[in-house]
């Protein structure tokens, strides 16, 4: 399993973004989308109206745009886009609608363009004994990886399909509580309960809990859109 310092050197890697329009579903506080606007893309961050208020907050100084909306009902031309991101993303997809979410890229996506996954996976003792604390999303995520893997049978091309890892810590949980968890006694709750979980797992390790690194370890799919016959 190959370990990527972030999202952005494993999606360089895949996509060539530079003259592309792209839209990021699910953008959250617009890193990616930011990312995405300086390797030369035209990018649209989608997202509800909470979080692209988080990504608003930063000025905009390139040339990405933020569209409030959600998966099943895509607010974009069909045939519009090169590039679809999903980044932890489908699995907050309704379950019921996640079908409809797969016909909506397809809508929206240009004849052989790309469709991009990255889900996170759970494993015991990896960075998901934190991040499931917040919600336990199992459920939703064995029902996403369902979803994706059947589009293949429905107009698309599974090109690639992969477990990675990446390293996270403490302070990589705080962050992530800061963005979405916006009651501070809960925060506090959480962050006191992932410190007794890695605290463990680092005496475990030999390890003290600030210097305790996780994996957490996720799922990349990469879909091209088939030409219509």
């Not at 590039?83 to 309704?94: C, E």
């Amino acid at each position: 399993m190959k370990k990527y310092d972030g999202q952005h050197p494993l999606l360089a890697e895949q996509v060539v973004f530079s003259g592309k329009v792209v839209i990021d579903v699910g953008c959250g506080n617009g890193d990616t989308v930011r990312w995405l606007a300086a390797q030369g893309a035209l990018v649209t961050g989608l997202d509800q109206r909470d979080m692209l208020a988080k990504a608003l907050a930063i000025p905009v100084v390139g040339t990405e745009t933020y569209v409030e909306g959600g998966a099943q009902r895509l607010p974009f031309a069909a045939g519009s886009a090169d590039v679809i991101l999903y980044l932890a993303s489908f699995h907050h997809v309704p379950v019921a609608l996640m079908p409809d979410a797969m016909q909506e890229c397809r809508r929206v996506l240009k004849e052989e363009g790309l469709a991009v996954f990255i889900e996170p996976v759970y494993r015991a003792g990896a960075y998901s004994e934190l991040s499931s604390l917040v919600e336990d999303e199992a459920e939703a995520q064995e029902q996403a990886r369902r979803t994706i893997r059947s589009a293949a049978a429905a107009g698309w091309r599974m090109l690639k399909e992969e477990l990675f890892f990446m390293e996270r810590s403490l302070a990589d949980y705080a962050r992530l509580l800061e963005c979405f968890v916006d009651d501070p006694g809960r925060r506090a709750a959480l962050q006191a309960r992932a410190l007794e979980i890695t605290t463990r797992l680092a005496a475990e390790a030999g390890q003290g809990p600030v210097d305790f690194r996780y994996r957490s370890i996720c799922r990349l799919n990469l879909l091209r859109q088939e030409r219509s016959r």
